[in-house]
C-alpha cells in the first residue's frame, strides 16, 4: 500500500521556467510533509517541509503547497537552474507515541531542467 | 562538523549470506535511521533508533535488524540474503527523531547474486 505517490517519475523543463513537482497521500494521519533532493552518488539532501497547519511554505525559489482536502502537495520552484536537475523525493510523516511514528517517501521524480 | 558517513560504501554478497552495515551519525544526533532504495519504490523505512533503543520500524521481515552504540554509531544486519534485497541502503540522523531534519549518507550499495 503506497501512502505517498509521486504519479510522475520524470518531469524535464527549460531553464528559468517553474518546475511543479507533485506527490498525493492517502493517510489523513499524515501531519508534517517534507521534500528532499537526490543527486546521484549522494544521499537525499533536506530542502523545505510543511506542517499541516499551514497551506504553503516558502524558502527562496522554493515553494510548497499542500491541500489537505485533497491531500496533495506539490512543490514549484521558481526560476528552475540546471543545478535543480536531480530526483525530488517528498515524505510524509504522521506523529506517533514518539516523535513519528516513520517517515513514509513516495517513489520520486527525476527533474531535468534543460539550459 | 562531519556529516553522516556509512560503511563499506559497495558490498556483493550471494544468497543466503549475512551483511552488516555501518552508519556514524554527525556527533551530536542521537536518532538514526535506516532506509532502503530500490528502483520504482522509492525510499523505505526500515526503523529508527534512539539512543540505543529502537523506536519505530518500517514493514520489513525480521531478517532485517539493527542495533545502536551508546557513541550513537549504529548498525543494520540482514540475515538470509535474497536477490530482492539488492538496493541501496540509506542512513540518516537527526537531533530528535524522524519529524526533525533528516540527514543523510552516500549510502551502501549492496548486491546479491
Known amino acids: 500500500d503506497q501512502q505517498v505517490k509521486q504519479n510522475s517519475p520524470s518531469l524535464s523543463v527549460q531553464e528559468g521556467r517553474i518546475s511543479i513537482l507533485n506527490c498525493d497521500y492517502t493517510?489523513?494521519?499524515?501531519?508534517?510533509f517534507l521534500w528532499y533532493k537526490k543527486y546521484p552518488a549522494e544521499g537525499p539532501t533536506f530542502l523545505i517541509s510543511i506542517s499541516s497547519i499551514k497551506d504553503k511554505n516558502e524558502d527562496g525559489r522554493f515553494t510548497v503547497f499542500l491541500n489537505k482536502s485533497a491531500k496533495h502537495l506539490s512543490l514549484h520552484i521558481v526560476p528552475s537552474q540546471p543545478g535543480d536537475s536531480a530526483v525530488y523525493f517528498c515524505?510524509?510523516?504522521?506523529?506517533?507515541?514518539?516523535?513519528?511514528?516513520?517517515?513514509?517517501f513516495g517513489e520520486g521524480t527525476q527533474l531535468t531542467v534543460n539550459p | 562538523k562531519a556529516g553522516v558517513t556509512q560503511t563499506p560504501r559497495y558490498l556483493i554478497k550471494t544468497r543466503g549470506q549475512q551483511v552488516t552495515l555501518s552508519c556514524s551519525p554527525i556527533?551530536?544526533?542521537?536518532?538514526v535511521s535506516w532506509y532502503q532504495q530500490t528502483p520504482g519504490q522509492g525510499l523505505q523505512f526500515l526503523f529508527e533508533?534512539?539512543?540505543?533503543?529502537?523506536?519505530n520500524k518500517g514493514n520489513f521481515p525480521g531478517r532485517f535488524s539493527g542495533r545502536q552504540f551508546s557513541n550513537s554509531r549504529s548498525e543494520m544486519n540482514v540475515s538470509t540474503l535474497e536477490l530482492g534485497d539488492s538496493a541501496l541502503y540509506l542512513c540518516?540522523?537527526?537531533?530528535?527523531?524522524?519529524?526533525?531534519?533528516?540527514?543523510f549518507g552516500p549510502g551502501t550499495r549492496l548486491t546479491v547474486l
Open positions: 515524505a510524509a510523516s504522521a506523529l506517533g507515541e514518539t516523535s513519528g511514528s516513520r517517515l513514509t
Open positions: 540518516a540522523s537527526s537531533l530528535y527523531g524522524l519529524r526533525d531534519t533528516q540527514y
Open positions: 556527533s551530536g544526533h542521537r536518532s
Open positions: 533508533y534512539f539512543s540505543e533503543t529502537q523506536r
Open positions: 493517510n489523513s494521519m499524515f501531519d508534517y
